[in-house]
């Protein structure tokens, strides 16, 4: 059972994060913050930064992209910090951060699911189910 539990763990962990979108025709590059906008609710904590950024081809752009938040608190990052992007390079004003990802859109309710595997575990183990 335990190793049925930490193999379904892992591939939940290990799955998101291979099969994200590496952006693979985007361009990364180095981007400063000049505003940042927390959107703290009871439900959830989202930041978002207005970033610049030079292209490829030298010309300056402009875009917002979300940033990693803690509950309640928002980003970390404050004003002239450096971020990285990815850039469109057909549209470069479309810009996303590498920051956001899968465990932190989803995080809370992998938690929920691994504490109702190990709930679940313990009980059918007190009820006498599993002998090992």
Not at 38 to 52: D, E, H, L, P, W
Not at 67 to 76: E, H, N, R, S
Not at 80 to 95: E, G, I, M, Q, R
Not at 114 to 119: E, F, K, M, Q, Y
């Amino acid at each position: 059972m335990k190793t049925s539990l930490l193999f379904l763990l892992s591939t939940l962990l290990y799955w998101p994060i291979s099969a994200q979108d590496s952006s693979k025709n985007w361009i990364e590059t180095e981007a400063k913050i000049t505003e940042i906008h927390n959107n703290i609710k009871a439900r959830g904590t989202r930041s978002f930064a207005t970033v610049s950024y030079t292209g490829e081809n030298g010309e300056p752009y402009q875009s917002r992209v979300e940033l990693l938040a803690i509950p309640f608190i928002g980003t970390l990052k404050s004003v002239n910090d450096s971020v990285t992007v990815y850039y469109d390079p057909a549209n470069p004003t479309l810009a996303k951060s590498p920051e956001t990802s899968f465990l932190q859109s989803y995080g809370l309710y992998l938690l929920i699911g691994a504490g109702v595997l190990i709930s679940l575990y313990n009980f059918r183990k007190k009820l006498g189910g599993d002998t090992a």
